[in-house]
């Protein structure tokens, strides 16, 4: 069983800049959901894609879009990189989108714009 | 909006001493889920609470779901070094009906 993959591990950007991450799903999950978690806080919810759909988003704004694939896998696109931006983002991916379905994490990706 | 709030937001004891972290919703819960991340790594699920009062033991490790299904603990009896780490609730809930995390207990063990 492949777990959830995600790349790149690092990236470092500048602010203004755009940038895109990526995800892999473990092997029979439908449901990818993306989070930010900062120095010292808890995963904050970013947004949810089931069957290539967003099922939900978190206070975030409209510069945070996602994408899913047919083959469940998901992309994280941030435009007009700012400073706080500066976070791990991680992608979990679960069996299904309800309330009942543990998210399995990916390592994330280690985002700094400088 | 839901918050789910976790004390202590850290915690250093010596090993072999127990350990316990709190969870509280601003709303009831229909259920809580409890992650691990160890230092440099990724959240890790647990375990999942359901029902009302329900109490679910993991080797040295108690997990409780009060009646009110509102509130949540973590007990760790004779903490290891292994035990390690950032403890995460997480609550089913918000506006979006997604998972919302606590800020985590970070425990540390000194050997």
């Known amino acids: 069983e492949t777990g959830v993959t995600q790349s790149p591990t690092h990236l470092i950007k500048t602010r203004g800049q755009q940038v895109t991450l990526r995800c892999s799903s473990q092997?029979?999950?439908?449901?990818v959901s993306w989070y930010q978690q900062a120095l010292g806080q808890g995963p904050q919810f970013i947004f949810q894609?089931?069957?290539?759909?967003?099922?939900g988003r978190g206070n975030f704004p409209p510069r945070f879009s996602g994408l899913q694939f047919p083959n469940y896998s998901s992309e994280l696109n941030v435009n007009a990189l700012e400073l706080d931006d500066s976070a791990l983002y991680l992608c979990?991916?679960?069996?299904?989108?309800?309330?009942?379905?543990?998210?399995?994490f990916g390592n994330g990706t280690r985002l700094t714009v400088t | 909006g839901q918050q789910v709030m976790q004390i202590p937001q850290y915690q250093h004891v010596q090993e072999g001493e127990d350990f316990t972290t709190y969870c509280n919703s601003s709303?009831?819960?229909?259920?809580i889920q409890w992650y691990k991340q160890r230092p440099g790594g990724h959240p890790v699920f647990l375990i999942q609470?359901?029902?009302?009062?329900e109490v679910k033991k993991q080797k040295r490790l108690t997990f409780q779901f009060g009646e009110a299904k509102k509130n949540s603990s973590l007990h760790i009896t004779a903490t290891q070094t292994t035990d390690v780490g950032t403890y995460f609730c997480?609550?089913?809930?918000?506006?979006?009906?997604?998972?919302?995390f606590g800020k985590g207990t970070k425990l540390s063990v000194k050997p």
């Open positions: 979990a991916s679960s069996a299904g989108q309800g309330r009942n379905s543990p998210l399995h």
């Open positions: 092997s029979g999950h439908n449901t």
């Open positions: 894609y089931y069957r290539e759909e967003e099922n």
């Open positions: 709303t009831t819960l229909s259920n």
């Open positions: 609470l359901v029902k009302s009062g």
């Open positions: 997480a609550g089913w809930g918000g506006s979006q009906g997604n998972l919302i």
